[in-house]
């Protein structure tokens, strides 16, 4: 129990915490921590798998049409698969992990992931990644997003990004 | 078990050093101006709303008996919320052998705010407030850091009342919007596809003006312009999806009636018979309803709330939102929340939200968060929560939990 030490101008018991207060309270405090620490562990699941897939990029679709100039930006998901795809010259498009290392976040243009300077570039802390996914100078994150083959036809404007083990190449071209 | 019931015990029974404050009440009827210096909360906390939070506590060891640099004149404060949390989103992975697992992002402990704020009495019925939030990089010289697009590093608004029911305000300053939250997470002001990137960021100030009118106590609505240079950072960054003007119009109009039911007056007691028991206390209910919109060209947002409170510390709201960035993109969102007051200082909070974004793909995402607000002491709660995020590509559930240490 608080212990009274006077009264207030207003004649009303001033009460000052004891010792024990200190301790209850502290030990209240921490079991409220542990209860919940202990009763939610954490979980997760991610829908889909990683399959092979062969992923058709029509840029003529409002899904991938920000591709038709270079520089261009776009989120392609597909089962477990996250991606970006970027067009990194007239006649080059590159598909990029999305997910940055760091705190694994997503690189995602629709929430202000951009390529720049031959980079993309995370929207939440600024890591740098070249188009073989390596880390530049000044990223956060040390390692490396994985990046795919693509086959362009700039005629056809369409594109196809290969992901998966079963394809029989599926590395980034060098 | 044994060891969960004594910790149960010792955290609802044996910590009884508290005052009797007022809390939560906003939605039980009084606004946010009754707290804080703005009218949309937040930041600087005048006489009554330091009155009230600067003596909840388990623990009544205050460090400040006030918060008033000069009395009746200048008060000061700060804000700094230490968040732990897994705040990458799960990952599948396959390893050489082609094994497949999920990847937790690891926990991490960050300061999430630090702000310090000020309120100030100009003349009567003319106050000024501020506040200015420090980024990650403000150590390293980046004074404005803003960590969200379109969060702004500070607030600074001049607000007018006059006794007729009409009040004004100018400044950089957040619009009135729904209900302003004190967790950026939800969904109300979010996108489904991306739970984590808020269309309406935390600490959103614009530059503008509003006019405010109150002629009941059970009425008011407010009407404002801004600017959308925040806006469209928030909306714009990267890909240009939503077309502004370089102003926006900001409209509210709330609803506070108090219902009280039974009580003295509705009882039938013969008021000669001294033997009868006395009559039952009447039972206040203070409600909330009320909507709002702001927008600007392509976008808006609109929301709708209801809320009613108890005086025995139980509070519920539920409010709905919808936003349009452009004809192909657009966020539909509900959240139901309530919160219990066991204690002033002790507050189980429920809240769960459905978002839904309507673009080329369409987005489902649930949020389902569970926690305690506990005041160990004056100016310093700890917040732990599960939460539990569901959306097309993953489910996520994990604990968090958040430091706040107030003045």
Redesign the interface.
Known sequence: ??KKSGKNEDGLEI?Q?TRR??I??T???G???????S????????????GYREIELDLNS??YN?LQAVGG?AEV?DG?W?LVAVRSSQTEIIALNR?CPH????M???????WFDDSLIC?HHGSRFDASGQPLPGSLSGQAIDSYRVEFDANANRAIVFVG?ESPDNSAPS | MKI?W???W??TG????ANATPRMALPAGSPCATCHFSPTGGGARNEVGYGSMGRTG????RLFDSNQVVEDRLAMGYNIRIQYA?????????NQS?E?S?????P?AIPMQVQINAGATLIDGVTISGSYNAGPNSYDGKLCDPVF?GMSCFELSVQAQSDTGWSARAGMMQPHIGIRPDDHTTLLRG?A??P??PVIPPNYAEWGGEIGYQPKSWFRTEVGAFHTDNLDQSLN???K?SDLWPAAYAVRITFLPRITLGGAQDSDDDFDDFDAPPPSPPIGINTWLGASIYGSNEFYIANAFVGAGLQNGLESRLEASHSERNE?YSNSSISLSTTYAIKDWLVPALRIERGVTDA??KSNTWQFIG??E?F??PGVE?R???RVTKT????????T?QLHIFH
């Open positions: 129990m608080a009460l915490p207060d200190a209850r309270t030990i209240a405090g079991c409220s921590l542990a209860l919940l620490s009763a939610g562990c954490t979980f997760a699941d991610v829908y889909g798998d990683l409002s899904q920000a930006i998901t477990a996250q997910i705190e694994q976040l997503e995602s243009p629709n929430i202000g992931a951009v929207p083990e | 969960l004594i910790c149960v010792l955290l044996l910590v009884s050093v388990a623990f009544d060891f897994h705040f990458g989103i799960p990952v599948r992975e396959r082609g497949e999920i990847s937790i992002p690891e991490k697009p996108d596809a991306y984590r990137q960054q990267g890909t999806s192909s080329i793909q926690g305690i506990f160990l002491m700890i732990p929560e599960y097309d590509r993953y489910i996520f559930g994990q604990t939990v």
